[in-house]
Nanobody, 115 residues
């Protein structure tokens, strides 16, 4: 059974940083594209960043230059380093593992950016 566990969320002031982690179990982590998504209240879930099996990355325009996605296949863990956080980054952040035939989600971790 595949499990994804996100951690690292919390309350941070504008301009601050957080690092989210997504630990996977029950599958061969290296075979999956990893995505970080977020969903703010009243809004649709949106893709924030993704990293392919080969390490190529893509980011939403709203986070380019501030967020960095990475993965450690040996630890079966993905990360999202978030710097220069803004109030509009407030959301529940979800980790996703995907292939053409499988799609798994974590339970989400709350990130709140507020003074």
């Amino acid at each position: 059974q595949v499990q994804l566990v996100e951690s690292g969320g919390g309350l941070v002031q504008p301009g601050g940083s957080l690092r989210l982690s997504c630990a996977a179990s029950g599958t061969i982590f290296s075979l999956y594209v990893v995505g970080w998504y977020r969903q703010a209240p009243g809004k649709q879930r949106e893709l924030v960043a993704m990293i392919t099996t080969g390490g190529s990355t893509n980011y939403a325009d709203s986070v380019k230059g501030r967020f960095t996605i990475s993965r450690d296949n040996a630890k079966r863990t993905a990360y999202l380093q978030m710097n220069s956080l803004k109030p509009e980054d407030t959301a529940v952040y979800y980790c996703n593992l995907a292939t053409l035939s499988h799609d798994y989600w974590g339970q989400g971790t709350q990130v709140t950016v507020s003074s």
